[in-house]
């Protein structure tokens, strides 16, 4: 397939990202108008033509909710167009933290989020970390899981860390933090974490041996800083060397980023999943943009991308 057959589309939550790839794929941006109307509306429309071709919609899902409705009103207008098939390419799965009923009579958030993708007329989705692996079964189309893994294990190694120790800041990272430590040849350590209050850590212990370690805290997203800077806070009392901090998504709600510049952690190393709200000596961004083309590319050439899943081959 030629890259005059494809279409790369971006919505405004993450236009460098985009533009980042489209360089990689050596094409450009396709020429669209987003309209955002006096009392909120969205409405988008392509000026080129895409009857036809196979249309890349770059555009992750973190709030505000209009990035959302934008990615699904981009959909809408690419199958209304008569593209031949539509790719959703969400580097952040928005409301992927609402998998399960984990209360009664409560939504479930990432399910419907599919629901709609689907709806609106997705054939394919392309997404990277999810905060609960079984969304893909949400899909009834195919689901391209790629992890970061892929660009975060050879920075780690690229630091030559002796006493490296991977730690996940909480129970829910166990499978990730081990898989990271079996590619490391490498010891690895669990959070245990109490919560008062949703996004609130009220008290956090460390299973396993850190002392005279140099320790990376790995997540899947940071939100408000909090669990990140308590563990970091553990890890130190109980003897660590040096701390590092690695997460793909950086929401980095609210004070976040103060909170990670006054911690005791070295430096935080994030992906662009997620723009930064603004830079910071302390927060390193390694792209999953080359990645990304890659399997774009993969997609048009009808290639394998197993490939580009380093710990999924742990």
């Avoid at 391209?144 to 975060?152: E, G, K, Q, R, W």
């Avoid at 009392?237 to 976040?256: D, I, R």
Wanted: charged share 25%; aromatic share 6%; hydrophobic share 40%.
């Amino acid at each position: 397939m030629k890259t005059t057959d494809i279409a790369l589309v971006t919505g405004r939550a993450n236009r460098e990202l985009a533009e980042k790839i489209a360089k990689y794929l050596g094409t450009s941006l396709l020429d669209e108008e987003i309209v955002q109307f006096k009392d909120g509306e969205i409405q988008a429309y392509y000026n080129e033509t895409i009857r036809g071709k196979h249309v890349f919609i770059i555009q992750p899902t973190f709030s505000p909710a209009e990035n959302i409705l934008e990615l699904l009103i981009l959909i809408d207008a690419a199958k209304r167009a008569s593209a031949a098939e539509i790719v959703a390419v969400i580097p952040y799965y928005g409301y992927s933290r609402q998998d399960r009923k984990d209360k009664p009579r409560t939504s479930i958030g990432a399910k419907l989020m599919a629901n709609l993708l689907t709806a609106a007329g997705i054939n394919r989705l392309i997404t990277m970390d999810l905060h609960a692996d079984q969304i893909q079964g949400f899909f009834e189309v195919p689901v391209d899981h790629l992890y970061a893994s892929t660009v975060f294990l050879p920075y780690i190694r690229n630091l030559k860390w002796d006493n490296l120790c991977i730690v996940s800041p909480d129970t829910g990272g166990t499978k990730r933090a081990s898989m990271y430590a079996k590619a490391l040849d490498c010891d690895f350590a669990i959070g245990f974490k109490q919560r008062e209050k949703a996004n609130e850590v009220a008290a956090l212990q460390i299973i396993g041996n850190v002392e005279g370690k140099n320790v990376i805290l790995l997540d899947d997203i940071m939100d408000t800083g909090g669990t990140i800077c308590k563990a970091a806070e553990r890890v130190k009392e109980l003897g660590a060397k040096k701390v590092y901090a690695m997460c793909t998504h950086p929401l980095l709600s609210g004070n976040a980023l103060e909170k990670l510049e006054a911690s005791v952690i070295d430096k935080v190393v994030v992906t662009d999943t997620v723009p930064l709200k603004r830079p910071s000596d302390k927060v390193e961004v390694c792209s999953i943009a080359e990645l990304t083309a890659e399997v774009i590319k993969s997609g048009i050439d009808h290639t394998s991308i197993a490939s580009h899943f380093e710990i999924g081959n742990v």
